[in-house]
């Protein structure tokens, strides 16, 4: 069953409040409803009505620039503004081609120059297109003072001869960081598009504010949230939740092994203990290791089944040659991720095009195969390689 979300925007939205980076289509993003429905216990549809009900539907992200007066004077007065004070109240605007070129022509009158037409947009924006469920986030230079949530509708207040283009916020985190990337936009008053800014302010949510009143019981620490994936990595990583396999292939010297092993870096990490890559100490990469939670090895045409699964293996002893049945790198992979459950293990496969393939996995493409269809949550390896062009590699991934 596909997630009961069937809107882009709607399905873009959920995600974002788990803070999760979108797919690439619906079906990638399907695969993260998926899996949060599984740990909860619930169906899809049951998740479906909790999301809604938390999360309420699709809304608009904006930046409002200030230097520390105005923010601490937006703090105690439970609003946002802008400025422009003598192009008047902007109450009797709609957001239709009209109001924009008669407010475009009030800004030239008032505050002639080359940005009155970007001046315009952004008024127009803030008095008609941010709606009430907007979340705002104030910039002090360039960095994150607070956000908070949008409350009330547009209204002018002369009395503030600064910025009297007010919209009433509920301030709901208060903090200092930075936007992870530049937005396109200049300007007091900016959308905030890009996904990884998004998941930024989503989290400062989660991570409060430090400013709750003293009857309320004192909450426990707050887990850091780590930064979303991006790039090539966070690509490995959508393909693994919604394939548990993935193929890196290209010519020699495109990166393939880099990428492939950046990735189940990142990918351990987190899932063993909860952080990125290069906050693991020595301690912790030590327990990686012997954990035995990354796997890596060669394909070559020598290499066979018995390398890979099990197979019969000589050794002498009191002088007679015995045969003894031992476990391939899989097959001991697989029995490490059996006995601990709840983590990730990844096995890295170099040059898989030099393998013969079907006699080094048998049976397992047909058994792969079918648990990655059924979505089986056993513990399975993940791979990716390099090798000469062209080039394949496969990666299933729990």
């Known amino acids: 069953m596909l997630e009961p979300f069937h809107g882009a925007d709607y399905q873009t939205h959920q995600l974002h409040k788990l803070l999760k980076v979108e797919g690439r289509g619906r079906y990638e993003n399907a695969r993260v409803f998926r899996a949060v429905a599984q740990q909860l216990g619930i169906s899809l549809l049951e998740l479906s009505e909790v999301l809604h009900e938390r999360n309420g539907s699709p809304h608009g992200y904006w930046t409002v620039a200030a230097n520390e007066p105005t923010w601490e004077s937006m703090r105690r007065g439970g609003h946002a503004s802008l400025g422009w004070p003598n192009v008047g109240s902007l109450a009797d605007l709609t957001y239709d081609k009209t109001s924009r070129e008669a407010l475009r022509q009030r800004v030239g009158a008032t505050y002639p120059s080359d940005a009155s037409k970007s001046i315009a947009k952004q008024l127009l924006d803030w008095a008609t297109l941010a709606g009430e469920r907007d979340l705002v986030a104030v910039v002090v230079g360039s960095m994150v003072r607070a956000v908070g949530r949008i409350v009330g509708s547009y209204s002018f207040e002369p009395e503030d001869v600064a910025r009297p283009h007010h919209r009433a916020v509920e301030w709901l985190a208060v903090g200092d960081w930075a936007l992870p990337e530049t937005e396109g936009s200049v300007g007091d008053l900016c959308p905030v598009r890009k996904t990884p800014n998004i998941l930024r302010l989503e989290a400062s ?80 990469r030590m327990e990686l290791v012997s954990a035995g939670a990354v796997e890596l090895c060669s394909f070559h045409p020598a290499y066979g089944y018995e390398d890979f699964l099990e197979g019969y293996r000589p050794y002498e002893h009191n002088g007679a040659l015995v045969f003894e049945l031992r476990p391939g790198v899989f097959k001991r992979l697989c029995a490490r991720a059996r006995a601990a459950p709840t983590k990730p293990f990844y096995l890295v496969i170099d040059e898989i095009n030099r393998g013969d393939i079907p006699r080094i996995f048998g049976e397992l493409l047909t058994v792969l195969e079918s648990v990655t269809s059924a979505g089986d949550r056993s513990p399975s390896p993940s791979a990716a390689s390099r090798s000469p062009y062209p080039t394949t590699s496969s990666c299933w991934g729990r």
Do not use: C, M
């Open 205 to 284: 949510l989660l991570e409060g504010n430090g400013e709750r009143p003293a009857a309320v019981p004192v909450d426990p620490p707050v887990v850091p949230v780590l930064t979303p994936l991006t790039g090539t990595v966070a690509r490995i990583q959508a393909v693994l939740l919604r394939k548990r396999q993935v193929i890196l292939h290209g010519p020699p010297g495109t990166g393939k092994t880099y990428w492939a092993e950046r990735a189940v870096e990142e990918l351990v990490a987190r899932g063993w203990f909860g952080v990125d890559a290069a906050s693991l100490g020595p301690e912790r």
